[in-house]
């Protein structure tokens, strides 16, 4: 159970001109515009908030329902179902309310039953209008106030309802891992992430940015990872946190730090970043061998390239350099390859809402493209580290045992250990209630 601070009798975020909270206000919107789009961008949500100039008590309220939503609302929904005689007759909004009711029931203390149910109804009347959908909000709110009790017990719901999973991938990812081991990950997954951010050590060391920080009230400690921080509570936007633009550090999630380290970069070698994305793991590289190694990077996207060029001109890079034409051949590779993302739902929950079996499917087919495609240029005798950000393991060991297949000439590296979950063809690091992602990763050798 979290805390959340609200007291309505009071109101200190209502506008006088609206007949709900500011918070409230901008739910059902964001909401309806994210499942119309079926795409979602925290910098759109911080825009919205910073425009309605939402005081930080409702930007946290906000946060605090909008994500829980997100992360909980296929039990939610499954729950309003129960007090609903045709719930095909009602309309989303109505559900989505419902929900955002539920949730601030079962999931948060000291808001009171009496303005959860005056909230909901009010928001009712302001995105349906005046008339029996209204009536509906109040009853469903009314009786289940009376008998929320009864969804306190878990245990007694199906697996996808225990976990607020889509049914199909629950029963997916609990036959691959079992459904006491999906239970544990899918806990983990619904804990919301923290901040992690990398310090850039060529400019600024890990104490030297605490110290900053504190200065300015933003709460901050080290972690189990070498120049990794984390931001337990940040509730401002990450842009406005000292020293981004100035490169002193950048957005990475703890787990994703961890991988790089396993590529063994060393002084002179001549590197490449094969799905670069925005270069979080190509500035890793540099940052970490004192950009004295040739770090080069490619991505498909043009947009994401331009991204990596201004980053490391910030950070102060020489030797990160964008790949043209592929002319040459490396002796180490890393190709964190496209994927569905399902080790991060902890950071982002809407993946839940949007991936379906059919994207699976065509994400293996690309990562079986991507590194047949770039295995090309490593050099005999070099490293191939294949990564992604997924707990299924069709993206992952089965990637892996296809490709050495048909690849004779790449070997496992047989001396390749982590202090994580190891398995015959790489490893997992498992999501944990940290706030860590997940992924898969293995390192491959090229024979001589």
Known sequence: MQTVYSNARKNPGRNPRLPISRARYHLIPVISDLFQKKSFSGHKIDQILKENHLSAEDRALFTELFYGFLRYGHQLLYFVDKFLSRPEKIPDKIKWILAIGFYQKIYLTKIPDYAIVNECVEMAKHFIGEGPMTDVVNAVMQKFLQHHQRFADLDKFPLWVQTSFPEWLSDYLSEMWS?????QIASALNTASPTFIRVNITKISEEKLIMKLRKENITCSQTAVTNCLVLPSLSMSPKDVPGYHE???????????????????????????????????TLQIAENIKDKADIHYFDVVDKKMHAIEIRSQKMGFKRVRPV?????????????????????????????????????????????????????????????????CSIDKNEGEEIIKKFLTEHPDFELDTTFTTPFK??????YLVPTDKGESGYFFSRLLRKK
């Open 179 to 183: 459904p006491i081991k999906f239970f």
């Open 247 to 281: 490169g002193l550090w950048t957005i990475q999630n703890m787990a994703s730090q961890r991988i790089v380290r396993y590529l063994d970069v060393q002084e002179g070698d001549n590197i490449l970043d094969a799905c670069a994305g925005y270069g979080g793991k």
């Open 324 to 388: 043209i034409v592929f002319e040459k051949k490396f002796n180490k590779i890393l190709v964190d390859a496209p994927c569905s993302g399902l080790g991060t739902i902890s950071s982002h929950p809407e993946i839940k809402w949007f991936r379906k079996l059919a994207d699976l499917e065509e994400q293996r087919a690309k990562q079986t493209e991507v590194i047949n495609t770039y295995c090309q240029y490593l050099l005999p005798g070099g490293t191939l580290l294949y990564a992604v």
């Open 422 to 427: 190891d398995v015959e063809l790489g490893t």
